[in-house]
């Protein structure tokens, strides 16, 4: 859920029929639903060529991350602001702040161990750092968006 808000993300597990008895039939995992569930309605869906990995949102963002893209909605619109190409991220590795400051992290892809902290909110890169020698396999910003913390297998 998003904040305190009623906002719910959901991506299909597969593109398999559901179930004839089933309310929720299942949905393709290149749909992404987003679903008020205070309503219980469908805000929209957006729907992308290849399967979505990951969502992130903050109070601004949407963030939907392919193996290859990362795309950034506007929360208020669901429009498309901005869509990044990236190396493949098989891991959907990506970090959203929950901060109003709007930082995202992903791998670079450029460099093993290289990441970019880029400005959702802006649609801008504000840096790119060599964090490690290996790809980095986890990333969280703490609660404020001050500190970036990444972990590699090495």
Not at 116 to 129: E, K, R
Not at 133 to 139: C, I, L, S
């Amino acid at each position: 859920m998003l904040y305190c808000t009623s906002l719910v993300a959901l991506v299909g597990a597969g593109d398999q029929i559901g179930h004839a008895h089933s309310k929720w039939p299942a949905f393709s995992p290149r749909r992404l639903r987003v679903w008020n569930a205070k309503t219980g309605a469908a805000i929209c869906d957006l729907n992308f060529v290849t399967a979505v990995l990951a969502v992130r949102m903050n109070r601004q963002r949407l963030i939907a991350v392919l193996e290859r893209k990362i795309y950034i909605f506007d929360n208020s619109t669901m429009k498309i602001l901005e869509t990044l190409d990236t190396s493949p991220n098989p891991k959907a590795l990506c970090v959203l702040s929950p901060h109003n400051n709007g930082h995202l992290a992903f791998p670079s892809g450029a460099m093993p161990g290289e990441i970019v902290l880029y400005d959702a909110n802006n649609l801008g890169v504000l840096n790119a750092f060599q964090a490690h020698r290996t790809a980095p396999v986890a990333m969280a910003f703490n609660i404020q968006s001050t500190l970036l913390a990444t972990a590699s297998n090495r």
